[in-house]
Structure formats: C-alpha cells, structure tokens
C-alpha cells in the first residue's frame, strides 16, 4: 500500500507523452482588446475552469478565429471531464491552428485525454508532418499507437523522438515502454537504463527499469534500480511479488495489451464487468475482445474519496456517459448502489 508519507511515484520528471496541459498556452497574436482572454487564462493557470470556460465563450461570441479561445477552452474543458464539448472546441482550434504545429500537439494531447484515440492520432501526425522533430507530438503518438495495437509505429515514434533529443530522459522512457516485451526484454531495459544514466532522480523510470530487470531475472540489478527511498514501498513489493511469479504470469506496458491477455485468458463465459469506464476507452477495447456483453459502472462523478495523492473527484466526466454502443450498458451511480441494484435483477 501507499502511504501518505512516500514520495510521489513520478518524481520530479514526467513524460511529456502522457495528458493533456495542465496550463493554458498562447498560440496566435492578439486580435484586438482580450481583456477577458487574459482573465480566462488567470483562471485556468489557477486550475479554475469552471471560471475560465464562459470567458473563453465570450471571447469565442466576440472573435469566433481565436485560436487561442478555442483550444485553452477545450484545454479547461478536458480538465472538467466535459468531453463532448471539449472535443468539438479542439476539433475547432486545430482547424483554425492550421500550419502550427505546437497548436497541432495540444489539441492532439487534449482529444487522447478525453479517449478519442484515432482522431488525437490524425491531429498528432499533423503536428509531426509540419514539425518532423517536434518530440512532443512523437512521445504522444507513440503512446496513443501502443494503446491502438500499432507497436512498431510506437517504437518507431519514440526512436525518432530519441534523436531529436537524445539527452530527453522521457523520450528514452517512452522508447521502454514502446519496445517492452516482457519474453525478451533486453531493448526495453537498455532505453530505459539510458533514461536514468540521464535522469537518476526519475522515479518512474527507476520503477520500471527495475521491475524490468527484475522480469529479465536479474536480481541484483533490480534491487540496485530500486533502492534509494525514491519510490514507494508498495511498488518495490509489487516489483518483488511479479519476479516472484514471472514463471506464470505477463506484463505489458499498455492497458489495450493487458486488457486482451486478460480476456484471451479468461475462462468463464458470462457478461463482463468492468468498474471504473470514465471516457469509456477500455469499455470499448473490451466490448470488442470480450466476446460477450459489457456491464459497465460509474458514477461519472470521480474518486468519491481521495486516494493517495488523488484528490476526491478526479477523473470526474461531470456526469457525462459515454456514446452508447450496442454491446455494452451502463450503469450510472456509485458501486455500491448500482452493483447492487444490477445483482438483483
Ligand atoms: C481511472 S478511471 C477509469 C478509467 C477507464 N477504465 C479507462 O481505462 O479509460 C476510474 C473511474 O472509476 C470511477 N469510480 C471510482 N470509484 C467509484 C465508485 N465507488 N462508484 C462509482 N464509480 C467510481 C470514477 O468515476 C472514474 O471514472
């Protein structure tokens, strides 16, 4: 278990693949009086976006080219959960955004944090077209062509990346985890090693270069990658259990790998559950693997307490459900009520 007292999993460094921008950004010139843009992005910097958002509207109502409204609204609106409506503000800047390719990556990191996978891939190759060495935009299509089944365009990605900026730890990092293979694991050990040999102090990449050597059999190796108080108890004893079961059991680096491993070795037949949907993208990997209906819960309403260093409430959608799909049915409210309710049915 974690404690309170641990140090963060993710240490001082995070890759650059992952999530959309915490901070809103400046795209195009000032197109005439923005007060109320200014005001919005005071908000937005301040994590305040349900502040931010109708300002961003206004000035969307005033000047509806404003690259800049547009996509720091769906940047805010990501951050709310709001995903229908945040898609459609970043579908519209980057149409606006045209040839800049940093306006490109950010709508692109912003539609794959709301689970459009293919649309963020289109709108991500768009960034790299007009910018071959944007890493960014590579770091984020490695990790979105991982989770889309495309494991040699990640790899491919994440080395191009590792050119363009060879002392980036996390482009090292994501390489790993592009390359990892848990039944010959020595390039994904190698990236990762290099990623510490730049950056000791990353803990994430501490984690798995451990957990990797550990896999690969090398005791020693692992114990070494893993001490030093950088991470928390709880992962080197979860490191320590997989090496102990490495006979057995598989590890991946994606959730669409894990997830269909674990259905291709499932044997009992019946409906499948799944706990925790939020922007749906493992409901629908797994509407399409599991070979039967889905029963999907959630409150759409987040953590409904705070977990670790989670605050109550993240991965809220604001209560939105996602688009209905044949095979699977929702089930909206806490566990412990619907779980419930669908049992006794
Ligand atoms: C990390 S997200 C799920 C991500 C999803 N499986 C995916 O791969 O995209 C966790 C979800 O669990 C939901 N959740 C957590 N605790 C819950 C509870 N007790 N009742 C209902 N929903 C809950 C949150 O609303 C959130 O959407």
Known sequence: MRRSRDPPLSGPLRSKAGGSKRTPARYGEARGPDDELARALRHHRAARYEEAVPLYRDVIVRDPMSIDAWLNLGGALVRLGRAAEARAA????????????????????????????????VVFERA???????????????????????????????????????????????????????????????????????????????????????????????????????LDAGLVDAVGFCQAHRSTARVFSSTRQTLLAACAAATLGGPVVELGVRHGVSTRLLARAAGGHVHAFDSFEGLPQAWHDKA??????????????????FHKGLFEDTLRRSWRR
């Not at 606006?96 to 709508?107: E, H, K, N, T, Y």
């Not at 109550?312 to 049915?329: C, K």
Request: proline share 4%; hydrophobic share 45%; glycine share 12%.
């Open 90 to 121: 970043l579908r519209r800047g980057a149409a606006l955004a045209g040839g800049d390719p940093r306006a490109q990556r950010d709508a692109a990191a912003g539609l794959a944090a709301i689970g459009a996978l293919e649309e963020a891939r």
């Open 128 to 230: 790299v077209c007009l910018d071959e060495a944007a890493v960014g935009a590579r770091l984020g299509l490695a990790r979105l062509c991982l989770e889309l089944g495309e494991r040699d365009a990640a790899i491919s990605h994440a080395e191009r990346a590792t050119l363009s900026a060879p002392s980036d730890a996390s482009s090292w990092l994501e390489l790993h985890r592009a390359r990892f293979d848990d039944r010959a694991l020595g390039p994904a050990i190698e990236a990762s090693g290099r990623a510490l040999e730049l950056r000791p102090d990353y803990a994430v990449a501490r984690l798995f270069h451990g957990a990797a050597l550990a896999w690969d059999g090398d005791a020693s190796g692992a114990r070494a990658a893993l001490a030093g108080g950088v």
């Open 312 to 329: 109550r409430g993240v991965f809220s959608t604001a209560g939105e459900v996602p688009e209905e799909q044949p095979n699977v049915t």
